[in-house]
């Protein structure tokens, strides 16, 4: 065959094609979506690197975690395979401070992919005080 013929065919009934490849993305997308599944659960934020002469006060104590990922990851997953926390190493002086929240993967949650993983609020307002303070 020469190239013209190959070009030819190839460019033929071109407005067919382009239609048949967008409908299965679009089918591909959906079949994606429907095995894909979400679940929600509630955790207290840890603290990491506070000094010992502070006392923290945090504000929400708890947070909303939501998991999202293929039906039998988000399934096997318990809710202290994921840890919230924020870390204070930089906040060395009493004071009100907004702290952003991190996650950390444990467990079963360590090897699972994809999963995807937000939290709700992303921040929390920390209170540092001298530890009498707090205690009185």
Known sequence: MNY????????ANWPIKILA???ALILFVFNRMNNV???SFSVQVQTKGLENSLAVNIEPRNIKINIRGEDYIVNSIADSDIEAYID???????????VNIFTER???ALGAEPLEITIFPLEVT???????????
């Open 106 to 108: 444990k467990g079963s």
């Open 21 to 23: 490849v967008a409908l």
């Open 4 to 11: 013209k013929k190959i070009i030819a065919m190839v460019v």
């Open 88 to 98: 204070l190493t930089q906040y060395q002086s009493p004071g009100k401070f907004n």
């Open 37 to 39: 599944s979400a679940r």
């Open 126 to 136: 920390v209170e540092l005080a001298e530890n009498e303070e707090l205690e009185g």
